[in-house]
């Protein structure tokens, strides 16, 4: 296989007995149509001048940096390709997770804001879908590991398919905290309005599956026992839930608030979470 070389941002190829010199980077240039297709559709939403800042609206099934399978058909790739320029995610988003991804189009900006991160001066709202009936507002502030970590084999007995991707909650994780608010609902289904602190790796579909109520179409928390019965379709190649609400090919979670303390004021970007959850006809007395 031919290697690509990447030397001042310009690659160059070079042949299997190419020698390396010092401060030289080889990366494996993979055709994009050979990776899993996904959702390239995104919305730019604002664009902050002063701190060379943009905020995008990414699909339900794209991830946003290249990870696994993934390398081009990512959002961080197209918006790249899109604005010939590049670009910082701040942050990430699930693939399966629709909505707001603040990203900065210098080193700089994205120093800074990742700072601002760090010092929780940023504020992030979500929307999902759970199974069941949620009434009342509900903070769940159980820690959260990695399920891989854990030891003990209780936690482990019923996941063993996903155990290496899986959160859990336990009591040696990391602290976060989560508040599930009751937007509305049917007998099925609950629309929440959900708040995050810390920001832990799958917080909120851990959190959400941790109380019986998981979102609805999450492929890793959203069957078993204790979700009524949402069942994986493990078939090759197919990539949906079937459900009691119907086939649903993503997680319905969106992040559709995003608010920046930049100390001279608040930069606020929003989402419409309607316009996602609104293709699913299970979804239609809930946004009405």
């Known amino acids: ?26 990366g494996l240039d993979t055709p994009r149509d050979e990776e899993p297709a996904v959702d390239l559709t995104f919305t730019l939403l604002d664009y902050h001048k002063h701190l060379s800042l943009i905020a995008v609206e990414k699909s339900g099934n794209i991830p946003v940096s290249p990870s696994g399978k993934y390398r081009k058909n990512t959002l961080s790739y197209e918006v790249q390709n899109v604005l010939r320029r590049n670009v910082w995610p701040a942050h990430r988003l699930d693939k399966e997770t629709s909505g707001i991804v603040i990203m900065a189009l210098t080193e700089e900006a994205s120093s800074y804001i990742n700072n601002l991160f760090s010092s929780n001066k940023v504020t992030k709202q979500y929307h999902a879908v759970l199974v069941g009936k949620l009434l009342k507002e509900t903070v769940v502030d159980t820690p959260v590991l990695p399920l891989h970590t854990i030891k003990d084999e209780e936690y482990c007995r019923d996941c063993k398919p996903m155990k290496k991707i899986r959160m859990a909650v336990h009591p040696d994780g990391k602290a976060c905290r989560t508040t599930f608010t009751p937007v509305a609902w049917t007998d099925e289904l609950t629309l929440v309005r959900v708040h995050i602190e810390q920001g832990r790796t799958h917080q909120i579909r851990v959190h959400a599956e941790s109380i019986s109520h998981p979102i609805l179409g999450d492929k890793v928390y959203g069957h078993g026992e204790g979700s009524e019965a949402q069942t994986l379709r493990w078939t090759t190649g197919v990539d949906e839930m079937v459900t009691p609400h119907g086939v649903i090919d993503r997680q319905l979670l969106h992040a559709s608030r995003v608010e920046v303390d930049t100390g ?25």
């Not at 996602?276 to 009405?288: A, I, M, P, V």
Request: net charge positive; glycine share 10%.
């Open 1 to 26: 296989m031919c290697q690509s070389l990447r030397m001042q941002h310009s690659p160059i190829r070079v042949s299997g007995d190419f020698v390396l010199k010092g401060g030289m980077q080889i």
């Open 264 to 288: 001279e004021g608040t930069w606020v970007v929003t989402s419409n979470y309607r316009q996602f959850f609104g293709r699913y006809e299970c979804c239609t007395k809930l946004l009405e």
